[in-house]
């Protein structure tokens, strides 16, 4: 067996991981991996939903690949072809999972002042509820707390006034005639 059919089966066995595993989906469908509930952002790398094979999978598709490259594009000793591979492969792997993260994290695109968004489980007093508003094409459930400290019902259209950290500040809307954008029947 030679080093080049060698690096394509570690190439094709990462790559039929991925279309079994389900990671061709989620490279296809990244917002899948949200569950449209908004976390600070340093918190993606170890709460994203994607199983752990996903970087393995990755490793070996990037790391083969290399390799195989090298193999026929340069006369490099196999084992400069192995190391590189493996960087090339622990790179990607890495940057895949950053990409991943990137791509779950609507609330970059949330202008949190002025906005609307319904009450989806209510706010008691001086306690957190949560809302729901679309950004983007999520629908993305927030902790949320009433300025006012007044409880707020299920249903209830609010104007979203401030933003710490991932709890929005909300009150009942005073004109509630637009509706919540993207709402959902």
Not at 16 to 23: C, D, K, N, R, Y
Not at 38 to 58: F, G, Y
């Amino acid at each position: 067996m030679t080093w080049a059919f060698t690096y394509l089966v570690i190439f094709l066995l990462g790559f039929t991981l991925a279309i079994v595993t389900g990671l061709m989906k989620r490279l296809l469908y990244p917002s899948d991996l949200c569950d449209c509930v908004i976390v600070p952002a340093h918190e993606h790398w170890a709460r994203l939903h994607t199983p752990k094979t996903d970087l393995l999978v990755s490793f070996l598709t990037f790391f083969g690949l290399a390799a195989l490259l090298l193999q026929g594009l340069t006369t490099m000793s196999h084992q400069m072809e192995i190391m590189i591979g493996c960087a090339i492969g622990l790179l990607g792997a890495i940057l895949f999972r950053g990409w991943l993260c990137k791509t779950c994290e609507p609330m970059k695109h949330l202008d949190a002042s002025h906005g609307l968004a319904k009450v989806v489980k209510t706010i008691p007093v001086n306690g957190f509820g949560q809302i729901e508003l679309q950004v983007g094409d999520f629908y993305v459930k927030l902790a949320a707390r009433s300025r006012s400290s007044e409880p707020i019902p299920d249903g209830t259209v609010v104007d979203i006034l401030d933003r710490d950290e991932s709890i929005m500040i909300v009150s009942p809307a005073q004109d509630s005639s637009q509706g919540v954008t993207g709402d959902r029947a």
